[in-house]
């Protein structure tokens, strides 16, 4: 008994070896039951594929001081003749209680040090009311929805995307990082930086009007996007995929009416978007710098009017395909 009591301070320690393991097994054998036996083995094995203590220091041996007593005034009562077997039970009885405390301990460890999932929080905002509603976002977005509308979003690190039913002006913080997209009957806006109002109050249409900056405009029908300056308003039927462009005050410009050639500097149909890059780069008389990797099986649709700048158009870019946009004294950066 009194072996056995020096190999389970060896493995309370942590200074078992593979034979003193062994010869515990064995005194296991002669003296316990099959279910606490496996427990205690488990235990074991596992201590020393892990090398680390069942529990802390401190409880291992306010356990184990227990232990002992309880052991020793049993042998005092009982005679000293009584079999292995007889002393053991009581043992492994409480070294079962040390393997289960031990497993809900390293649970709670394992829990402990798990990192805490990301919830993303969804909002759904309606305005049943006569008036306009001001809302405004985190990000410093203000959003103005008008009544019987409705909007849709949910917060995220990376992206500012809102669906959208009725009518609302967007007044967006600018943040090349974050694109801010409105999705509204198949439509998709994204912007940086601007103030645009997007509805579908009209049956079976969906307006986008441009107050500010630059807007990109995408649908599944169209080979190529839209790009909208400050000003004009873009409609499109929902049903025919129809749409034309107007300027505030103006006559509509039909969709198929292309720009006046003298008025196009560049074209662009499904080519790769490093080389488009570096087409823009040159043309403008700019640097702009990207890693192959990251613009690899990407390409680029549009056109480059006169009035654009290099780094709307590259804004634009890096808004559809999720890049980041970086500017520097000489040059432009285009990354991941």
């Keep these: 008994m009194e072996q056995f009591y ?19 097994e064995t005194l296991m054998q002669q003296g316990a039951d099959e279910p606490l036996k496996a427990a205690m083995l488990a235990a074991y094995q596992r201590s020393i594929l892990e090398k ?20 020793a005034a049993d042998a005092a009562v009982h005679s000293r003749k009584r079999s292995l077997r007889a002393l053991l039970l009581p043992l492994s009885a409480a070294a079962a209680v040390l393997v289960l405390l031990g497993v809900v301990y390293l649970k709670y460890r394992a829990d402990r040090s798990k990192p805490a999932a990301i919830t993303v929080a969804s909002r759904h905002i309606s305005n049943n009311g006569g008036g306009v509603k001001t809302l ?24 500012r995307r809102l669906t959208l039913q009725g009518k609302a002006e967007f007044i967006v913080q600018a943040d090349p990082k974050k694109p801010f997209t ?23 249409k969906v307006a986008v009007k441009l107050s ?18 400050p000003g004009e308003e873009y409609a499109i039927n929902t049903i025919t995929r129809t749409f034309d462009i107007k300027r505030a005050g103006s006559p509509k410009v039909p ?14 149909n499904n080519e790769p978007l490093d080389q488009a890059l570096h087409t823009l780069g040159a043309h403008f008389k700019t640097k702009v710098c990207f890693q192959q ?6 390409y680029f649709t549009g056109k480059v009017l006169k009035r654009d ?15 980041e946009l970086r500017a520097t004294a000489d040059s432009i950066i285009i990354s991941k």
């Design 309 to 323: 700048s290099l780094q709307s158009i590259l804004a634009a870019i890096c808004a559809m395909n999720q890049l």
């Design 212 to 229: 500010e900056g630059k807007v990109q405009i995408h649908t599944a029908h169209q080979q190529e996007d839209v790009y909208l300056s």
């Design 255 to 268: 969709v198929n009416k292309a720009p006046e050639a003298n008025n196009v500097v560049l074209s662009f």
């Design 52 to 71: 680390e203590q069942v529990l802390p220091a401190e409880k291992t041996t306010a356990l184990l001081d227990r232990l002992h007593a309880a052991i």
């Design 182 to 204: 409105v999705e509204t009957a198949g439509v998709t806006v994204t912007a940086l930086g601007t103030i645009f109002t997007v509805s579908t109050q009209t049956v079976n």
């Design 136 to 159: 405004a976002l985190a990000d410093g977005s203000v959003i103005q929805l008008a009544p019987n509308s409705t909007l849709a979003w949910k917060d995220s690190a990376v992206l």
């Design 293 to 298: 990797e990251d613009v690899s099986a990407l």
């Design 6 to 24: 020096l190999l389970l301070e060896k493995f309370k320690k942590g200074q078992a070896s593979a034979p003193d393991i062994a010869l515990l």
